[in-house]
């Protein structure tokens, strides 16, 4: 069931991004390996995706809407998985596992195409494929 609005979920994308990149600090885990590169280097690579998406909050409007969901739900698996994968889970596992979730559920919860209103009065390039 799809009830998350794009709009909306740009807007938590941009927060999503800042916070996973503060996070090792926010929450105390930042001993700087695996476990605090990870989400910093994954909170970038939301941000960018986010500024490249074609949706409301984009700003360069490159990547179509269901890419930006795909590698959502992608990076949320690396992410939950990460402390397991990297090694780390014996020292910190909840604040990477908490935050993977989040993006799977959102990407598998937020409208697949922009709304109506930005598709109409937008006047855009043709995104990558």
């Known amino acids: 069931m799809r009830f998350i609005p794009t709009r909306f979920?740009?807007?938590?994308?941009y927060v999503y991004g800042i916070?996973?990149?503060?996070?090792?600090?926010?929450?105390?885990?930042?001993?700087?390996?695996?476990?605090?590169w990870v989400p910093v280097v994954?909170?970038?690579?939301?941000?960018?995706?986010?500024?490249f998406t074609d949706f409301e909050v984009g700003l360069i409007r490159k990547i179509p809407m269901q890419t930006h969901l795909m590698l959502?739900?992608?990076?949320g698996v690396i992410l939950a998985l990460s402390p397991w994968l990297f090694g780390?889970?014996?020292r910190v596992?909840?604040?990477?596992?908490i935050f993977g979730i989040f993006s799977m559920l959102a990407?598998?919860?937020?409208?697949?195409t922009p709304s109506r209103a930005y598709k109409t009065n937008m006047v855009h390039e043709e995104p990558l494929r």
Not at 42 to 51: D, F, K, P, S
Not at 72 to 75: L, Q, R, Y
Not at 93 to 97: E, F, K, Q
């Open 9 to 13: 979920h740009g807007i938590l994308d």
């Open 19 to 36: 916070l996973l990149i503060a996070a090792p600090w926010l929450f105390d885990f930042a001993a700087g390996g695996a476990e605090t």
């Open 42 to 51: 994954i909170g970038a690579m939301v941000l960018l995706q986010t500024i």
């Open 72 to 75: 959502d739900f992608g990076i």
């Open 88 to 90: 780390f889970a014996d």
């Open 93 to 97: 596992y909840s604040p990477h596992l």
């Open 107 to 112: 990407a598998l919860t937020t409208h697949r």
